[in-house]
């Protein structure tokens, strides 16, 4: 049974920090690609960050503030927040992807994360 569990948010200040973590059960972690989404109500669920084994993406709006990274010996996944903004706000998603030989999308239950004084 594939299962992605978030955790780590909550409520912070804005200029605060938080650390996210997804961790994986019942696929090949290391062969997925891996991203964090999140969305505002309202709102398109939009990437923030997206890990392969060689490479990382982010959305422009938290490069230099953000850091994902993964640990493929234990099946998780991080994602590292500093200097929180308000925008930040929303519920943060973990995904897993592959693509070949056959293609799987995962989803895990998410979990929120809410910036402000």
């Known amino acids: 049974q594939v299962q992605l569990v978030e955790s780590g948010g909550g409520l912070v200040q804005p200029g605060g920090s938080l650390r996210l973590s997804c961790v994986a059960s019942g696929f090949t972690f290391g062969r997925f690609a891996m991203s964090w989404y999140r969305q505002d109500p309202g709102k398109e669920r939009e990437l923030v960050a997206a890990?392969?084994?060689?490479?990382?993406n982010y959305a422009d709006s938290v490069k230099g503030r953000f850091t994902i990274s993964r640990d493929n010996a234990k099946n998780t996944m991080y994602l590292q927040m500093n200097n929180l903004k308000p925008e930040d706000t929303a519920v943060y998603y973990c995904?897993?992807?592959?693509?070949?030989?056959?293609?799987?999308?995962?989803w895990g239950q998410g979990t929120q994360v809410t910036v402000s004084s």
């Open positions: 995904n897993a992807k592959v693509v070949y030989p056959i293609s799987y999308d995962f």
């Open positions: 890990i392969t084994s060689d490479s990382t």
